[in-house]
Nanobody, 121 residues
């Protein structure tokens, strides 16, 4: 059973920082792309940042220069460092990863349960 578990969300003041973590566990053969999404109330889910197994990254225009995505392949964990946070960054943040479980030859997309980030004074 493959699982993704996010942590690190919370309440932060505008201009503050938070670091989110997402750890994959279970019978994992390999992990390709790892991606952070977010969903604000009444809004569609949007891609925030992604990172390939080789370390290439991409970001939504709204977070470029403020957010950084990294991964630790040994720990099967992806991180989202968020700085200069704005109220409009308030959302539930989800991680997703393309994972090949042991014994499978195909990759499948897995999702975490989400972690709430609230930016407010």
């Amino acid at each position: 059973q493959v699982q993704l578990v996010e942590s690190g969300g919370g309440l932060v003041q505008p201009g503050g920082s938070l670091r989110l973590s997402c750890a994959a566990s279970g019978s994992i053969g390999s992990i390709n792309d790892m991606v952070w999404y977010r969903q604000a109330p009444g809004m569609p889910r949007e891609l925030v940042a992604g990172i390939t197994s080789g370390g290439s990254t991409n970001f939504a225009d709204s977070v470029k220069g403020r957010f950084t995505i990294t991964r630790d392949n040994a720990k099967k964990t992806v991180y989202l460092q968020m700085s200069s946070l704005k109220p409009e960054d308030t959302a539930v943040y989800y991680c997703s990863a393309d994972i090949r479980a042991y014994g499978n030859w195909k990759f499948a997309s897995y999702w975490g349960q989400g972690t709430q980030v609230t930016v407010s004074s």
